[in-house]
C-alpha cells in the first residue's frame, strides 16, 4: 500500500525560505505523477505543484511560479518542494499527494489517488 510522509513544515518570517519533504513507499511510482496541496484555513485546498516521476516534468500554480521548485530523487523515492520568498499568503497545511495515472490533470485534487498526512508551514510578517 502507498504511503506518504511529509516534513520540513515550520514557523519561519515573510521572506524565508522551506523546503517540504515527502517520502513515498509501497510501491513502484514510474507511471505516477505526485503534486503538493495545500489548504489555508477556511480555505479550499488547492494546488500549488506536481511533477512527472518519469521524467520529472513539472507543473506550478501560477502564484507560487519563480518562487517553488518542485523536483525528486527517483532513487530515494522522495519528493521536495523549496519554497523560497514566502509570504503569509502561503500560510497553510501542505499535503503529498500522488496519482496512478499520469495522463490525468494535474491540476485538481480530485485525480490524486493517495494523500500524506500534511504539514503545517507558517508565515509570519
Known amino acids: 500500500q502507498v504511503q506518504l510522509v511529509e516534513s520540513g513544515g515550520g514557523l519561519v518570517q515573510a521572506g524565508d525560505s522551506l523546503r517540504l519533504s515527502c517520502v513515498a513507499s509501497?510501491?513502484?511510482?514510474?507511471?505516477?505523477?505526485m503534486g503538493w496541496f495545500r489548504q489555508a484555513p477556511g480555505k479550499e485546498r488547492e494546488f500549488a505543484a506536481a511533477i512527472r516521476w518519469s521524467g520529472g516534468n513539472t507543473y506550478y500554480e501560477d502564484s507560487v511560479k519563480g518562487r517553488f521548485t518542485i523536483a525528486r530523487d527517483v532513487a530515494k523515492n522522495v519528493m521536495y518542494l523549496q519554497m523560497n520568498s514566502l509570504t503569509p499568503e502561503d500560510t497553510a497545511v501542505y499535503y503529498c499527494?500522488?496519482?496512478?495515472?499520469?495522463?490525468?490533470?494535474?491540476?485538481?485534487?480530485?485525480?490524486?489517488?493517495?494523500w500524506g498526512q500534511g504539514t503545517q508551514v507558517t508565515v509570519s510578517s
Open positions: 509501497g510501491g513502484s511510482f514510474s507511471g505516477y505523477v
Open positions: 499527494a500522488a496519482d496512478r495515472d499520469y495522463s490525468g490533470s494535474h491540476y485538481s485534487s480530485y485525480e490524486y489517488d493517495y
